[in-house]
């Protein structure tokens, strides 16, 4: 069945590094592909998102693009602030109609030190 | 703009005491979904509805009951809780079953069944 693999946390940056969070996943047909972030107490939202081959997804200094190739969605961010701090899910939406269901990374945790 | 309400944010629990878990949306969402979330072990789809009326069981349904008998709530009952139930739960809802719009989650229930 379809899955998705992310890169094993916890992720410890100084401010201002450079951020990548690896998303790898096995799909047939062509899924959309989703970065959603939690931070402390909250529930998961939103990040940015792509639905077909070649899109880059984008918000808040965060980019991710889906390459059908290598069939990975890898999170970046050039400069990480303290505020970046969460954990940080990749997910595929699977199936048709009102059958559609997101399939979910394991999170990763991403901590930034000042 | 209040979203995705849930209530209680935290609850402890005896085995085999029952009890409710509320969810409410103001976005007139059609879709509504319970997730649990565990170390190690990502997001579990618990149960989901696509409409008032309309539910269907996710990927872990097993000892939760729910109901939609109104667009706005999705209640999750326990109905003899059991301490693999200990976990935090989320409620989530998006405009329609079928398409990319994303998930809006509420800011989860803790519960411990001890």
């Known amino acids: 069945g379809n899955s998705v693999t992310q890169m094993e946390g916890p992720v410890t940056l100084s401010e201002e590094a450079f951020l990548t969070i690896n998303c790898t996943y096995t799909?047939?047909?062509?899924?959309?592909l989703f970065w959603y972030v939690q931070y402390p107490g909250e529930g998961l939202q939103l990040l940015l998102k792509?639905?077909?081959a070649d899109d880059k997804g984008s918000n808040k200094g965060f980019e991710a693009t889906y390459r059908k190739e290598t069939t990975s969605f890898h999170l970046e961010k050039g400069s990480v602030q303290v505020s970046d701090s969460a954990v940080y899910f990749c997910?595929?939406?699977?199936?048709?109609?009102?059958?559609?269901?997101?399939?979910w990374g394991l999170g990763t945790s991403l901590a930034v030190n000042p | 703009n209040a979203g995705v309400t849930q209530t209680p944010k935290f609850q402890v629990l005896k085995t085999g005491q029952s009890m409710t878990l509320q969810c409410a949306q103001d976005?007139?969402?059609?879709?509504m979904s319970w997730y649990r979330q565990d170390p190690g072990m990502g997001l579990r789809l618990i149960h989901y509805?696509?409409?008032?009326?309309?539910?269907d069981q996710g990927e872990v349904p097993n000892g939760y009951n729910v109901s939609r008998s109104t667009t706005e709530d999705f209640p999750l009952r326990l109905l003899s809780a059991a301490p693999s139930q200990t976990s935090v739960y989320f409620c989530?809802?998006?405009?329609?079953?079928?398409?990319?719009?994303?998930?809006?989650f509420g800011n989860g229930t803790r519960l411990t069944v001890t």
């Open positions: 509805s696509v409409g008032a009326g309309i539910t």
């Open positions: 792509a639905t077909k």
């Open positions: 997910a595929l939406s699977e199936g048709a109609g009102n059958n559609r269901k997101l399939i």
């Open positions: 799909a047939t047909g062509y899924p959309s």
């Open positions: 976005m007139n969402h059609e879709y």
């Open positions: 989530a809802s998006k405009r329609g079953g079928g398409n990319n719009s994303p998930l809006h």
